[in-house]
């Protein structure tokens, strides 16, 4: 497995040696040791979640307050577009965002670093994606911010088929980063 730091500080991409052949494929998607070696703990991750989408589904973007959370996130099943938008104050790419091509094929995971919003839209008709967590959840500390803002600029792929309603409500950017006292 290979670990390649993105163009966002902290943000890293692993990306497995799947082995493929007539029966079909299998991938270590996830290392401890890699993942040590890496630098962050993998006794850390407290919780496994997973979502599936239908293509056009955007969810996001989000993050925690508090202590935030840190997450790696994989598209086990199918492929999305996804998005990861610095928002730790102290980052020299503070209010920048990166996209990745996440698809089962390829089994590519991302750490995404506490102070980071995420989120991804579904480019198939089932995408399953994958999430190992950090700190348990705390419906209290969610945060969404607008998919659309037109400060962040973000190219979706394609039209947005269905959201939920709070990612509808979502604030913007700048309205969001003042509620948390970043801004």
């Known amino acids: 497995m290979d670990v390649t730091e993105a163009k966002l500080p ?29 630098g962050i703990d993998p006794h850390a991750f407290v919780q496994d979640s997973l979502s599936r989408s239908a293509k056009g589904v955007i969810r996001g973007l989000h993050l925690r307050s508090g202590h935030g959370e840190a997450k790696i996130v994989r598209c086990s099943s199918g492929a999305i577009f996804d998005v990861v938008l610095d928002l730790r104050r102290r980052s020299p790419t503070f209010r920048r965002w990166e996209a ?3 698809n089962g094929d390829s089994q590519k995971s991302i750490y995404i670093p506490a102070g980071c919003a995420h989120g991804f839209q579904a ?9 190992r ?8 500390e969610d945060v969404a911010i607008a998919w659309n803002d037109p400060d962040l600029s973000i190219p979706w792929p394609l039209p947005m088929t269905m959201m939920s309603e709070r990612d509808a409500a979502a604030p ?3 309205d969001a980063l003042q509620n948390l006292g970043l801004f």
Do not use: E, Q
Request: glycine share 4%.
């Open 10 to 38: 902290g943000v890293l991409l692993f990306t497995p040696t799947p082995h493929v052949d007539d029966r079909g494929m299998f991938a270590r998607t996830f290392d401890a040791d890699i993942v040590r070696s890496a």
């Open 100 to 102: 990745f091509d996440l």
């Open 123 to 131: 480019l198939t008709d089932i995408s399953d994606i994958t999430y």
């Open 133 to 140: 967590i950090d700190r348990t959840h705390d419906p209290s």
């Open 172 to 174: 913007s950017l700048a």
